[in-house]
């Protein structure tokens, strides 16, 4: 079945600056790649998704690249700001198969 | 407003008890599914249903089951709890009846099982 990588586990960048996190993963069926984004004893909540057809998207901020042959995506975060601590997960899913899978997560630490 | 929701929020029992936690979505929405949330193993998926009497397992499915009678309910049953049952447990939910749609996730259950 599919699995999903994540790296790193914890990031801390200074405010200002660029967060990068990364995933893989392992079924090249897999169609759609969203990015969910938990603050501190809230519920995760979606901030930006990339579909396979797609190799770049852009909102705001925040942007996600996939790359298919190497079966990883990227979520970039640029001009950090301290409500961008969290912890970030990525995912993975085929709609044949109707599964989720999730990374680990990523906690980021936004340094003042 | 539309929403997830689930109850108990906060749930203590003991090991053998069954217990049901429950959720519900206004959305009108056929994808509903359950997750566990544990330290360093980020969100796993128990159970999903892809719409009414459609269940499906996910990746950690013993010990659980789950019933989808009506579209807007989706109750996570564990009939003998362990400890290795002591989790943060979401519902969701997504539009159509896929996986490869944006999850609507509920507040979290915080289950302890003593």
């Known amino acids: 079945g599919e699995n999903v990588e994540q790296h790193p586990s914890t990031l801390s960048v200074q405010e200002g600056d660029s967060a990068v996190i990364k995933c893989t993963y392992s079924?090249?069926?897999?169609?759609?790649f969203p990015w969910y984004k938990q603050e501190l004893g809230k519920r995760p909540q979606l901030i930006i998704d990339?579909?396979?057809?797609?190799g770049e998207k852009k909102d705001q901020r925040i942007a996600v690249t996939l790359n298919k042959t190497a079966k990883h995506f990227s979520l970039h975060i640029t001009e950090t700001q301290p409500e961008d601590s969290a912890v970030y997960f990525c995912a993975a899913s085929m709609w044949r198969d109707d599964k989720i899978i999730f990374g680990k997560g990523t906690r980021l630490h936004i340094l003042p | 407003e539309a929403q997830v929701t689930q109850n108990p929020r906060y749930l203590i029992t003991v090991t053998g008890k069954k217990l049901t936690v429950t959720c519900s979505q206004n959305?009108?929405?056929?994808?509903m599914s359950w997750y566990r949330q544990d330290p360093g193993l980020g969100l796993r998926q128990i159970y999903y249903?892809?719409?009414?009497?459609?269940?499906d397992k996910g990746d950690v499915p013993e010990g659980y089951k789950v019933s989808r009678k009506e579209k807007r309910n989706f109750p996570l049953i564990l009939e003998s709890p362990s400890p290795n049952q002591t989790s943060l447990y979401f519902c969701?939910?997504?539009?159509?009846?896929?996986?490869?749609?944006?999850?609507?996730f509920g507040p979290g259950t915080r289950l302890t099982v003593l």
């Open positions: 249903s892809m719409n009414v009497e459609v269940t």
């Open positions: 969701a939910s997504s539009y159509d009846g896929r996986a490869d749609n944006e999850q609507f």
């Open positions: 990339i579909r396979s057809n797609v």
């Open positions: 079924d090249s069926a897999s169609n759609y």
């Open positions: 959305m009108n929405h056929e994808y």
